[in-house]
């Protein structure tokens, strides 16, 4: 809503006979101009002009057919939303007792290790008994010897790549894969001849078997006597040890995680690890559940304040002195509808000229007349003296008069009963 004074017109003060102080202006009311904080077609307006209001009156409304479905939306997703909180809490109580289950049994099962892990006989090479570190200095240690592992396994196979790769090596690789492969179709052949051997009314059988097993053994034959030729050069010599490393690096890494699998045990078990994550995990789903369901609730009081917006109330008490809107128009937002006079108390501003700003006093009392009430004097007080002197307006008539610098004064007068309307000329004598 919007608060405005209307703008006063004064004017040209004047002396009477007698030196009392004389000027004329025009009354003035505090207006509150009324528009709507959002935009849509006028349902009703309950107000006509020159109609008295008190605050909180309902001036007009306007259709909300609309927000009332948008309403209803909001509210069937504030349910749903609700529904997946309370469904994603039981499965959060669900995965709580999952993990309380898998400890449980972890424990038990880790119940004899711990029991026995004091009388294990030490490895002669050790310094120091079984129990002396703790489980999870243990398994640190566990892991940082696969991580070690792996870092080890991973160079060697790198080193055999690069070997693999060089020119020199070409044949020997070749040769390695033509083995390789001879092995595989020499054993998958001999499984098949067993099996032709085992049929019964099997001479076709065999006869078809024996052929391919003659041919994939004559193939390994001459791919091991390839393979035998080149095993006196160095590239040879050479691949053979980096394979040998490779095999001892993967050995040791794979053996390295057993040990490590085998320490993870009780509360450090996998079966407890998964479990624990999927609490994290449900949990995390339970906060995703309330984000969402707080911004359905939000999304439905957005649409709860834009339906209180739709019907528009009086700021303040007031005289309706300007209505612009009828039922089926379309109004937008911040356009001024209606204006609220408030004329319990009504303003007048005259002009007092530089040589007489003495005279006049905050608080002063002065005798008002205005045409309209012949011979009925209002009361009213000086409530603001202008600090600034200005140019007469441009409505006084005479040159000579605009010519003239002035100071502003502000009166106030009460209306109790509302006889004093804004635009009525009015003349003041000051006391």
Known sequence: MALTLSACQALQPNAGGNGTLKASGTISARDVKIAPEIGGVVAEVTVEEGQMVQAGDVLFRLDNALLQAQRSQARAGVETARAAQR????????????????????????QPIRASAWITSPVKAFALPPWYFAKHEVIAAAQAEADAARKALEAEQASLDKLLAGTASGKVGAAEKRLLEAQAAYLAIQAVLNQANAAQDNAALQESARQLFAAA???????????????STTTAADMREARARGTVARARYETALDRLNQLLTGDQSWQVSAAEAGVQQARAAVDQAKAAFA???????????????????????GTITARNLEPGE?????????????LEAVNLTVYVPEDRYGSVQLGQKVNVTVDSFSGQTFAGTVVHIAD???????NV????????????????????????KPGMPADVIFR
């Open 295 to 317: 911004q359905a609730e939000a999304a439905l009081k957005t649409v709860e304040v834009q339906l209180d917006k739709t019907v528009v109330r009086a700021p303040t008490a």
């Open 87 to 110: 469904t994603a809490e039981a499965g959060r109580e669900t995965a709580q007792a999952q993990y309380e289950l898998a400890l449980h049994a972890a424990r038990l099962q880790e």
């Open 397 to 420: 008539q005479t040159v000579d008069g605009r010519r003239s610098t002035v100071y502003a004064v502000k009166v106030n007068l009460p209306n109790p009963d509302r006889k004093l």
């Open 388 to 394: 600034q002197a200005e140019f007469t307006p441009r």
């Open 330 to 342: 379309a109004v937008a937002p911040g356009s001024t509808v209606l204006v609220i006079g408030q």
């Open 217 to 231: 053994e004559t193939e390994l034959n001459a791919a091991q006597s390839d393979y035998t030729r080149l095993l």
